[in-house]
């Protein structure tokens, strides 16, 4: 369910690294949790954000959340789909509901992702 | 319930279960001090009764209501009318039938011994299965109130907020004789009030939540008491109280979110009516 080829934080973020720029989004547990989304705040390209440090939101019904970037960087390219069309981050948070795309701060520490094995190990102890 | 201000203790509904006896119910939140407004001005031959632990109470809202209650009761259950109740059992249980809710939606409440409580809701889900029944929390009866306009004690209504300003002048009886409160109201209704509960709709797609401030040129003129999307218009709402050059439908303001000024406009309430009424 959710896919070898990325890594994963404990906030429920993913990112998937291509040399020194890497994809970010939310999992399949984020929005499953989060319900219907209806509303997502992305910042502008050449923002740069501190590992961890919150990049967006996405608001729900119920309630807003932040979003917090896996890896220091700075944004190239912000998903502008989801502005019309935020329910695409439910169906489908691994492909067309990415959120931002960055240049990775050379350097950024990366011990703190989770393999996809580690992030189900997580979750599981979380439940 | 008003303090001497013409402010809000609490958000009622009163049951005169018969000429000496009457059930208050009230927000769950507000039990204890609900009590201590009571018996801190209480002067009467009464006795005060908190049965609030051993009272359940579940709420039956949507047009189904009356179709699937009455597959669990002999009662008649068209025969009452919103806002009254009857004795009756439900699926065995001695409970009070109230056409009441907070949707906006028909619907009923219905008041038993607590220890019924979950054998009378799985009565309920199953009778109500052929008909699509949904249990819903209270993120969705935030939803649907809001819409209705009823409104949230501790959001909308509070010690600080007068019945006039809330827009509920209607349930203020002044020529029915003095109460708590009534010398203040008398005199709001003659000076008129400063302020209002306005209902607007956001303009683009950003959300107003609860807290957020409400501007006009830049400047602050109120706050957000209540503010959420709209799952059944497919539009972003909300309450906040506006001074009352800011409060007339039409009026174009701003809701500061998360420090982005965003247009809103002050529209009709309540935003949404159901259609049989």
């Not at chain 1, 492909?95 to 701060?105: D, N, P, S, V």
């Not at chain 2, 018969?18 to 059930?23: L, Q």
């Not at chain 2, 109740?85 to 009070?96: E, K, L, N, P, W």
């Amino acid at each position: 369910m959710n896919p070898e080829n990325l890594l994963y934080t404990k906030d429920h973020e993913w990112i998937r690294i291509d040399g020194d720029t890497g994809t970010v989004g939310i999992t399949q547990y984020a929005q499953d949790t989060l319900g219907e989304v209806v509303y997502i705040e992305l910042p502008k390209v050449g923002d740069a954000f501190d590992t961890h440090q919150s990049f967006g939101n996405v608001e729900s019904v119920k309630a807003v959340s932040e979003l917090f970037l896996p890896l220091a960087g700075e944004v190239l390219e912000a998903n502008s789909a989801l502005k019309d069309a935020p329910e695409t981050l439910n169906s489908d948070p691994y492909g067309a509901g990415w959120l931002i795309r960055i240049r990775i701060r050379p350097g950024a520490e990366k011990s703190h992702l989770l393999s996809s094995a580690d992030y189900v190990a997580f979750l599981a102890a979380q439940s | 319930m008003p303090t001497e201000n013409g402010t809000v203790v609490d958000d009622l509904l009163v049951y005169r279960e018969s000429a000496d006896r009457y059930v208050l119910v009230v927000n769950a939140a507000n039990i204890q001090s609900d009590l201590d407004w009571i018996q801190s001005h209480h002067h009467f031959d009464a006795r005060i009764e908190d049965v609030s632990s051993e009272t359940g109470l579940l709420s039956l809202q949507g047009p189904h209501a009356q179709g699937i209650l009455q597959t669990l009761t002999e009662v008649s259950l068209q025969q009452i009318r919103p806002f009254h109740f009857i004795r009756g059992s439900v699926s065995t249980v001695d409970a009070v039938i109230s056409r009441t809710g907070y949707t906006g939606e028909d619907g009923f409440e219905l008041y038993f011994p607590a220890e019924h409580s979950v054998s009378l809701w799985n009565s309920i889900l199953e009778a109500g299965k052929p008909f699509g029944i949904l249990p819903a929390g209270l993120g969705a009866r935030n939803t649907l109130r809001l819409e209705a306009k009823l409104m949230l004690y501790g959001n909308d209504l509070d010690r600080t907020t007068t019945l006039f300003e809330a827009g509920l002048g209607w349930i203020v009886k002044l020529a029915k004789g003095a109460f708590i409160g009534s010398q203040a109201l008398a005199r709001q209704q003659t000076e008129g009030i400063q302020r209002s509960l306005a209902g607007f709709e956001m303009m683009g797609r950003e959300i107003a939540r609860d807290g957020y401030p409400i501007l006009f040129d830049g400047r602050e003129v109120g706050r957000v008491t209540s503010g959420s999307p709209s799952i059944t218009l497919k539009k972003n709402i909300g309450l906040g109280y506006l001074p009352m050059e800011h409060a007339a439908i039409g009026s174009a303001i701003q809701v500061l979110v998360r420090n982005r000024p965003c247009d809103a406009r002050v529209v009709p309430t309540p935003f949404y009516k159901r259609r049989n009424e």
